[in-house]
């Protein structure tokens, strides 16, 4: 299987070999993290922009800091949000999305809390739901009451200055938190097992933009892997995964995927 040789621009053949590995594909998954995002401005949590105030993600994304501090770790959120909404689907979500809906056997995992790929799912596939990705990790767009465990779509502005003003939940009062998966926490079971089925069933397993340093990205490609699938990985930078990828394109996620997937713009190459 080729490889891409170990430098920063992008290599034709494996631009090539990717394309051709994904377009004879019959089943294909794909796994994204921060990196497809950072092309639409979305700091990366180990990149430069991760920090907010003095603190690191890990400090606030955690069970115990809300039980703490839920003040702040809503504050944490809000700023949150209010940077995705000024960012946009990039290249690279809108050929995911239009590739997705284009034929049956592709399904996006992603670990993003963004909503991007849903977004992108909304502009180019009219919200088709081959479109929409299994979001791993939860959404920045969704709270789940702390009370009652009720989870519903959240994207009114949240008044953090005070515990008194945080959001609560329509059905019993009980306070709302984000929901997401938090350090600490473990997974929804249900999603990870059709993650990991999708996984193991995919001939390609086309991971974009983690550092696969945060479980089950590494273990999803391996599950291709292991049963006889390819793994095409594109990051500007190595990664643990490099070891197991058949194909690594060392670039830009926007700059690439959209000839990976056959979905380029006019003109690309
Ligand atoms: P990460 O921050 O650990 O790694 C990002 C990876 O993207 C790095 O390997 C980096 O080299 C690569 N990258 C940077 N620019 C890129 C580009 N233009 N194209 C392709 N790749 C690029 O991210 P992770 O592995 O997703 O893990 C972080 C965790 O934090 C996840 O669990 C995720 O839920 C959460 N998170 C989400 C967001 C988001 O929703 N956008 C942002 C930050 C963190
Ligand atoms: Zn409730």
Redesign the pocket.
């Known amino acids: 299987m080729p490889r891409a040789p170990d430098h920063d621009s992008i290599s034709n053949d494996a631009l090539d070999a990717a394309r051709r590995l994904v377009r004879d594909a019959e089943r294909v998954v794909v796994l994204t ?7 639409s401005g ?6 430069a922009g ?1 920090l907010w105030k003095e603190y690191r ?1 890990e400090e606030l994304a955690t069970p115990r800091a809300f039980e703490r501090d839920p003040r702040l770790v809503w504050e944490w959120y809000a700023w949150r949000r209010d940077i ?1 909404r000024g960012c946009h689907p990039n290249a ?1 979500h809108l050929a995911l999305a239009s590739f997705a809906a284009s034929r049956d056997g592709v399904l996006i995992v992603t ?4 909503a ?1 790929h849903v977004r992108a799912a909304h502009d180019v596939a009219r919200g088709d739901a081959r479109a929409l990705p299994v979001e ?2 939860g959404s ?1 767009f969704r709270a789940r009451c702390t009370a009652c465990g009720r989870r519903e779509p959240h994207d009114e502005p949240v008044d953090a200055s005070s515990v008194a003003t945080l959001p609560v939940c329509a059905r019993c009062g009980g306070l709302l938190r984000p929901d ?1 998966v938090w350090f600490g926490e473990s997974l929804d079971s249900r999603i990870i097992a059709h993650a990991f089925d999708a996984a193991a069933r995919a001939d390609v397993c086309l991971v ?7 479980q089950p ?1 590494a273990s999803l490609a391996a599950a291709t892997r292991e049963a006889g699938g390819v793994v095409v990985e ?4 190595p ?1 643990p995964l490099t070891a197991i990828a058949d194909v690594s394109i060392r ?4 700059r690439t995927v959209p000839s990976i997937v056959g979905q380029a713009a006019h003109g690309a190459p």
């Open positions: 993290g921060a990196g497809v995002s950072a092309d979305v700091p990366t949590f180990r990149g991760g993600a995705v690279a670990q993003n809390v963004d991007l791993l990790h920045l997401v974009i933009g983690t550092s696969a340093v945060v990205a594109v990051n500007p930078e990664t670039a830009g996620a926007a």
